[in-house]
């Protein structure tokens, strides 16, 4: 089990690479990327970001499995791909009563992960494809370091967007 677990983190730490690479060569045309605008006017954002979130949490739940406690992974206890630390942090925001991520259900799971989505603004990225990106990036890395990076890759196609990890104003 250690082994496939080794194996299965270098191929999501590949992904997750190849990811910011695409991230980083697709953004050259910015603002515009194959011709849809990244950012969306705030007016029809909360229907919208609700719509990808639920389309887009049954594939983050997928990649990221059930309950693991793998003293090689930094993360430590995680659940569902929420770890200790992130349960400590949302579980208010969330409304979840849960102290251990052992005990997570997946509602607590969609609950905490819908509370960082609304919290950061990942629905505020209009792309659905670099939308995508971002959040997995954010769900194995950290949304100050995923959001962070596109922030990153942003101004160094020109723009001067201040990089503090979370998407608008």
Known sequence: IKSLSSVWRMIRFFELTVCAVM?????????????????????KQKHRSDSLFYATIPLVLNYEGG????PLDKGGK??????????????????????????????????LYKAEWDARGFGLLDNTDVMKLVYDFSVNSGPQKAIGSLQKVLNKKGHNLIEDGFIGD
């Open 67 to 70: 309950y693991v406690n793998d």
């Open 23 to 43: 991230l980083a060569s697709l953004t050259v045309q910015w603002p515009f990327w194959c011709g849809w605008k990244i950012f969306d006017s705030l007016s």
């Open 78 to 111: 995680t659940n569902m791909g929420i770890t200790q630390k992130f349960l400590d942090a949302y579980k208010k925001k969330a409304n979840v009563n849960v102290n251990d991520v052992k005990d997570l259900t997946k509602k607590d799971a969609i609950d």
